[in-house]
């Protein structure tokens, strides 16, 4: 059965640096969308992606956050200077349409910024 | 605004016990309704949609629109459905975000 997939899952910054997460949606999903779950806390919806453009994005989404589709196959999260509290699960989606259609999620990636 | 509310944060109950996970939304038009489930160390994944009018795992959720609810229950609970559950309204107003309430954990013990 075909997942979206999320690399790498575990991975510690330095504050200040750039990171890049990383996800493979299911290959005939439109939407790509990005959440984040800070520790204890709910699924936060940060970005959604259609057509190689964001659709959507939250107030969380402020200008240290790209996402990028680069290669037709990857759909990248990008922060740029990373902060401490940006730390938490980061959770790729993919759907094939965005009403009435499942949404389906990766793993998630555990960003830890020290 | 909209907004979606999971008024409990934790849910215990014994084994064979009936499970009601309430969520109440407030969303102009008519959303269509989502149950996801978290079991533990699993991803993300759909439970229910208030469109299919299924029950999966014993689970069923009934809209009500004058209360504006859509309460997640199940008759007799079992041990492994202790997980997080989120409830996601969803309206072509909220263009194509997926917003998810605070959740609810749902601890089964025996």
């Known amino acids: 059965e075909p997942e979206v997939t999320q690399t790498p899952s575990h991975q510690v910054t330095q504050m200040g640096q750039e990171v890049i997460l990383r996800c493979v949606p299911i290959s005939n999903h439109l939407y790509f969308y990005w959440y984040r779950q800070i520790l204890g806390q709910k699924v936060e919806f940060l970005v959604s992606f259609y057509n190689n453009e964001i659709s959507e994005k939250s107030e969380i989404f402020d200008d240290q956050f790209s996402v990028e589709r680069p290669d037709g196959s990857n759909f990248t999260l990008k922060i740029r200077s990373t902060k401490l509290e940006d730390s938490a699960m980061y959770f790729c989606?993919?759907?094939?349409?965005?009403?009435?259609?499942?949404?389906?999620f990766g793993q998630g990636t555990r960003l830890t910024v020290v | 605004a909209q907004r979606v509310t999971q008024p409990e944060k934790l849910l215990s109950v014994f084994k064979g016990a009936p499970v009601e996970l309430k969520c109440n939304y407030s969303?102009?038009?008519?959303?269509?309704l989502f149950w996801y489930v978290q079991y533990s160390r699993q991803r993300l994944q759909l439970l229910l949609r208030h469109i299919s009018r299924e029950s999966i795992k014993g689970f069923t959720a009934d809209l009500n629109k004058g209360e504006t609810s859509f309460h997640l229950k199940k008759p007799f609970a079992q041990e492994e459905d202790s997980a997080m559950y989120y409830c996601a309204p969803h309206t072509a107003q909220a263009g194509t975000a997926l917003i998810f309430g605070k959740g609810t954990t749902l601890s089964v013990s025996s």
């Open positions: 989606a993919s759907s094939e349409g965005f009403m009435n259609t499942e949404a389906f």
């Open positions: 969303y102009s038009g008519s959303p269509e």
